[in-house]
């Protein structure tokens, strides 16, 4: 098996010559970075992975954690696993030098933690979660709260959650039930049941720290009257000394497809013993205060679910490379030798299309971290609020677009290696599990295409989607070789016929039933996750263009040659489907409207 979690040259492609990410470096926040120390960065992070995360990926997903006499007993190393990620700097890589941070863009952590999901997603999660907890109370929460939790979350003495889904409600944040009673002590007491909790209980810190939403009494009616709460497991004093247990419990264990070393938590609170809330920010703001995290969240997804595709790619490659079965089909002689499978037409079909999936992905992925850097560090304040709202426009698509085709080449690295694929002594069935949670979670990919097509378009009177076109004018702009040209015809017509489906759509949604108009949100998600994804192999093909015309050495040419015949596929095979979904929206196609729940 390969020990390739993501291969280096593409993402020094992504990051050097498609992103130009050296660039940040005339920033005042990174000015003191280089790209030598990107690159030191970035190499620390691939041998961390490879030595603490991958080498008990395998045991993790075959020995999952177990909830014996009320606590979690886990693998030894995930502890491990974790404090190394700490202690490496990591979990404050992004932040502030004061907070023991490194001070690094979001396009170079990113690429980062690329490799510790595509190493063991499951360890993975537990120190994602903490950064991304960390990160609200850092924006959101009181001096006193950042105080008391933010240093022991970014040392890694404490991890953090989110604890939003509850049983009877699922993604339905509006009807939760947990509640919270304010008392005379100044914090709250929190009484309900979550489900589904993401790291909920484990025993490798000190401590948890839940970001919990909650409704307090008298509160407005749905998502209006949501409140955010810090919970901890374990109540502290003022000098940040452990005391007293909090009464948030956990409930039980559920047992997953995948993602197993990381553990899903059913919790109570405030069952057996007085559990203490405390308020973040103002009352009934938690929802949008949540969202920080959640589209941190969900950005996360979307990378882990290419990343994930991406280490099946590389599997399924070193396997069609090395296994020997069958002949060309102009090999009349069965007596001659066997040939790997590579050099079959279908299989190389296979692997082209998980490259142009994962390949994609990344990219979509490093553009939006790239993104979250203009809009927190780019010195013009105009071009910070239009990075922010193309960033908005854009979450849904690289949560949903990854989470689909990440998996799709995960299926498709099985079906290279056949039937040994279909068995757990090969590693890509394990990667395909793992990838399965990633169009459900953080917002299932139904809900991504509603928050797309109902929200996010029209938002600031489309000022976002006006963006994205603008940014995607100058990269077809910048396609001067004949392939390149032909691409970027491609992709403006198809770019047209969506705007005048967009236009349509919009018109209908003021004047109809929007149940009806967002009933093929789907389609609509695909239709504009396809266009976003083919944009990004066309500025990689633009890349790949300058930079055959300098190479000289067969592997770089090879490198580039490789990367335009993934563009090919994409724009040749991929593109083009997109064409039904323009047809379904352009005819309001009402087939599964008007299927009556009757007729199932």
């Not at 709250?188 to 993401?198: D, E, F, N, T, V």
């Not at 810190?205 to 009494?217: E, G, P, Q, R, S």
């Not at 009464?247 to 197993?260: D, E, N, P, T």
């Not at 995607?472 to 070789?481: H, K, P, R």
Request: proline share 4%.
């Amino acid at each position: 098996m390969t020990d390739v979690l993501i291969e280096r040259r593409d993402l020094d492609f992504q990051l050097y010559e498609v992103m130009d990410t050296e660039a940040l470096c005339q920033r005042e926040r990174f000015i003191e970075h280089s790209r030598d120390t990107f690159d030191a960065v970035v190499e620390t992070a691939d041998k961390l992975a490879r030595n603490k995360f991958a080498n008990h990926n395998a045991a993790a997903d075959r020995d999952e954690p177990k909830f014996v006499d009320g606590k979690v007993e886990m693998l030894p190393e995930v502890k491990e696993a974790f404090d190394a990620y700490a202690e490496s700097g990591f979990l404050a890589g992004r932040y502030d030098y004061d907070l023991g941070g490194m001070q690094l863009p979001e396009t170079v952590m990113a690429a980062c933690n690329g490799f510790f999901t595509a190493a063991n997603p499951g360890t993975a999660g537990y120190p994602f979660l903490t950064t991304a907890a960390a990160n609200l109370i850092r924006i959101f929460g009181s001096e006193h709260q950042q105080s008391k939790y933010l240093m022991p979350m970014l040392s890694g003495k404490y991890a953090g959650t989110m604890a939003l889904t509850e049983p009877h409600a699922g993604s339905s944040l509006a009807d939760i039930r947990t509640s919270a009673t304010p008392s005379e002590e100044g914090h709250y007491l929190i009484k309900g049941a979550k489900i589904y909790i993401s790291g909920g209980e484990q025993s490798i810190t000190d401590n948890i720290v839940h970001m919990v939403l909650a409704k307090i009494k008298g509160a407005p009616p749905g998502v209006k009257g949501i409140s955010l709460f810090i919970v901890p497991k374990f109540l502290s004093d003022d000098e940040g000394n452990l005391t007293d247990r909090n009464g948030v419990a956990l409930a039980g264990l559920i047992h997953k497809m995948g993602y197993r070393g990381t553990t899903s938590a059913a919790l109570s609170f405030g069952d057996d013993a007085p559990c203490y809330g405390y308020l973040i920010g103002e009352p009934h703001q938690g929802l949008r205060y949540m969202f920080q995290m959640m589209n941190e969240a969900r950005l996360g997804v979307g990378f882990g679910a290419a990343v994930i595709g991406y280490r099946g790619y590389m599997h399924s490659l070193e396997y069609a490379r090395g296994r020997l079965q069958g002949r060309k089909p102009s090999e009349r002689d069965p007596a001659s030798p066997p040939v790997a499978i590579l050099e079959h037409a279908d299989v190389r079909r296979m692997l082209l299309a998980q490259k142009s999936y994962v390949e994609g992905g990344v990219a979509l992925c490093l553009f939006g971290a790239r993104l979250v850097d203009d809009q927190n560090t780019h010195p013009d304040q105009q071009r910070r609020i239009e990075a922010g709202k193309l960033l908005d426009l854009l979450t849904p698509v690289m949560k949903a677009w990854p989470s689909e085709y990440g998996l799709k080449a995960n299926d498709l690295a099985i079906q290279v290696y056949g039937g040994a694929g279909y068995t757990r002594e090969y590693p890509v069935e394990q990667c395909w599990r793992d990838n399965r949670l990633n169009p459900i979670h953080e917002g299932t990919n139904g809900i991504q295409a509603l928050d797309l097509l109902g929200r996010k378009v029209w938002q600031d009177q489309s000022h976002g989607l006006q963006l994205l076109m603008q940014a995607m004018q100058v990269d077809l702009e910048a396609a001067t070789s004949p392939r390149c040209q032909q691409w970027a015809l491609s992709l403006s017509e198809t770019l047209q016929r969506a705007v005048q489906v967009t236009q349509a759509l919009g018109k209908a949604l003021m004047n109809e039933n929007p149940d009806s108009v967002l009933s093929n949100a789907a389609c609509y998600l695909h239709l504009f996750g396809h266009i976003t994804v083919a944009w990004m192999w066309l500025r990689q093909a633009n890349a790949a263009e300058q930079g055959l015309k300098a190479a000289s050495a067969d592997t770089e040419r090879n490198f580039y040659q490789g990367k335009l015949q993934a563009a090919q596929y994409f724009f040749h095979w991929e593109l083009p489907t997109v064409a039904q979904d323009i047809v379904l929206l352009e005819n309001r196609d009402d087939t599964c409207f008007s299927m009556k729940t009757d007729w199932f």
